[in-house]
């Protein structure tokens, strides 16, 4: 395990912990290597261990039932994998963690794990910080996926009534509340959204009218709902 400290002591999980903490902490654990396009864990499967990407590059991935895939994450080594769900009282993975590249993982005791946070402040700290900066990433990328599907729901809207209507000056055939209520958003949220687009120079609103001033925008966006 020696020849990996280098390596861990640039991941967050170890930041200024001593070597020879290190090495302790990770003395007994495991390593396994996985080959380009390999899932490492499947959403749902049991989180029992700490996971530790030492070398590659893979990415966290949401795939429904439809087979509709959404990029959650993309984790570059040094890093700590799923260590906001594996002390929670259901601890599964909540993506399917796919390698982008050749890419090696260490693996590390859940109890083992814990005896060392306890024996090292450094570790809880940082592990408590690995954490709330999960949180706040995961919040984010949501808010993103969210406000991205709501500007695919108002392009391909849009894009109806174009075709529908022959002119990029098209007319509103519902209000803002109709809408909001259409694509289950608060009308805050719609609002905001189409003064996104305007900003962007994608749309003009003129009242109930739209005018579209980017019609390949609007299209491509359609395309993908």
Known sequence: MKKYIS????????????????????KNSHVESFEKDTT??????PCDE??????????????????????????????????????SSNPKYPVDVVTVRPSKILKI?????ILKMMENERLLKNYLQVVSDAFVFITDRF????????????????????EKQGTLNILLEMSKEELSREFGVTRPALSRTFIELEKNGIIE????????KNLKYIEDYAKFF
């Open 7 to 26: 390596i861990l002591k640039n991941c967050k999980l170890f930041k200024d912990v001593e070597e020879k903490d290190i090495l302790d902490i990770v």
């Open 50 to 87: 700490i996971l530790i990407l030492i070398e590659g590059e893979t990415l966290g991935l949401f795939v429904n039932d439809e087979g509709k895939v959404i990029q959650v994450d993309h984790m570059f080594a040094p890093k700590t994998l799923a260590a906001a769900v594996i002390f």
């Open 109 to 113: 005791s859940k109890e083992i794990f």
């Open 143 to 162: 808010y993103d996926i969210s406000l991205k599907n709501l500007v695919q729901k108002i392009c391909f809207y849009l894009f109806e009534l174009y």
């Open 40 to 45: 490492i864990r499947y959403r749902n499967d």
């Open 205 to 212: 609103l003129k009242g109930k009218f739209v005018k579209i």
